[in-house]
């Protein structure tokens, strides 16, 4: 699979003799032997903190279609997390960000 997308510009896919426009802000997809997928917009990597740490662990959660790890464990929904742990927040279309959980978090 190969993922293009830009933050500045327009760039084109082209397989199978179709072309796909890609614009600023937009990425897309194309699949070995298929043309390409129609542009989707590049969604933001966020995460969020709830309350107050406790015990040492924080509440950690991510936008739908995101996915968190956690010290390499993929996990789901809602999850008390370590202090100090490795968080990698993932896109749908592969893209990654990884944090420290930290108990200063802001609320």
Known sequence: ITVL????GLVTATAQG???????GYYNRTVPGFPPEPPQPIAPLRFWAVGRPSAGRQLIGV?????IEVNGQKVTGKEKVPIGSDL?????DGRFEVFK???NWGF
């Open 88 to 92: 990698k927040i993932v896109s749908p």
């Open 5 to 8: 997308g830009t933050g500045a």
């Open 101 to 103: 959980v930290e108990a």
């Open 18 to 24: 179709q072309t796909q426009y890609v614009s600023a």
């Open 63 to 67: 936008d739908a279609g995101n996915s």
